[in-house]
């Protein structure tokens, strides 16, 4: 069996702030530190359960936190930026399964540094049903009939997925206290945890069915502030909706959908406070 695993990094063990996950921080090292180790658990128990290939695609920011060198040597690893499917790069059907591993809830949602791709966003939508980086993600592997096993990260991440992905393995490394503040396990236990999960969710694969996408789905995304949706109208195919700073996006497809929610948010972000 081929396992996929998509890592992010806000939901990783004992990571509270942006000051672990913004590279340009001082905890940051520490957290690609932790963030490796969290990944080798869960490698190495696929590989124990009998998994013959795990892909590992570093999911986060510019995507190239994990450290390859302290990796699981008979990992793949997909890292670096620009990456024309982002969170899910590389996936596609030859894959029994997939992880989402350091997740976390989706934006305007209690959870620690809950967010969607960028901070300009204040939700995503899929024909009308509110979704987040998970359910995006979760959206793709469906297409492809992929089933997401298992989501690790923190307890409003795990409710999230519970939510969206029926009989699914959740992991829960930390509790949310605010945003900014979380009560964790340390990251021996966490490792505990995670080896334990990984080796649940693989052998209750048969019971968790793929998310399968709406066909020709609507995509909305509501930006912050109208500068924002602005510049996401530039995207050929958006179309405004009037008096707020919603922005949609006709699709034929998830993948179509799913490319078209990067290219808005990369436009958003060009937006300036003035």
């Not at 396990?185 to 709406?214: C, D, F, M, Q, Y």
Request: proline fraction near 5%; hydrophobic fraction near 40%; include cysteine.
């Amino acid at each position: 069996m081929k396992l996929y695993m998509s890592v992010d990094m806000e939901g990783i063990t004992g990571l509270p702030d942006y000051t672990y996950v913004d590279s340009a921080k001082h905890n940051y090292e520490r957290a690609r530190k932790i963030m490796t180790e969290e990944t080798n658990y869960v490698v190495d128990a696929a590989f124990k359960f009998g998994c013959d290939t795990v892909l590992v695609n570093d999911s986060h920011s510019k995507m190239n936190n994990i450290l390859i060198d302290q990796l699981h040597p008979e990992a793949l690893l997909i890292t670096g930026d620009v990456k024309p499917f982002s969170m899910v790069q590389g996936l596609d059907n030859t894959y029994g399964g997939a992880i989402f591993l350091g997740y976390h809830a989706r934006a305007g949602q209690f959870g620690v540094m809950a967010h969607a791709m960028i901070h300009a966003v204040r939700s995503f939508y899929i024909n009308d049903i509110p979704i987040g980086e998970l359910g995006f993600n979760a959206y793709v592997a469906g297409y492809y009939g992929v089933p997401v096993l298992m989501v690790a990260g923190d307890d409003q991440a795990a409710k999230e997925a519970e939510e969206l992905i029926p009989n699914v393995t959740t992991a829960v490394v930390k509790e949310t206290i605010s945003r900014s503040a979380v009560k964790s396990l340390t990251p021996k236990k966490s490792g505990e945890l995670l080896t334990e999960k990984t080796e649940v969710a693989l052998k209750n694969r048969h019971h968790v069915k793929p998310l399968i996408p709406p066909e020709n789905p609507v995509l909305r995304i509501e930006f912050n502030n109208y500068g924002q949706a602005e510049w996401a109208n530039l995207m050929p195919g958006t179309e405004p909706v009037p008096n707020s700073s919603i922005v949609t996006y006709q699709a034929k497809d998830i993948l179509e959908a799913y490319q078209a929610m990067l290219v808005m948010t990369e436009l958003a972000m060009r937006t300036t406070f003035s």
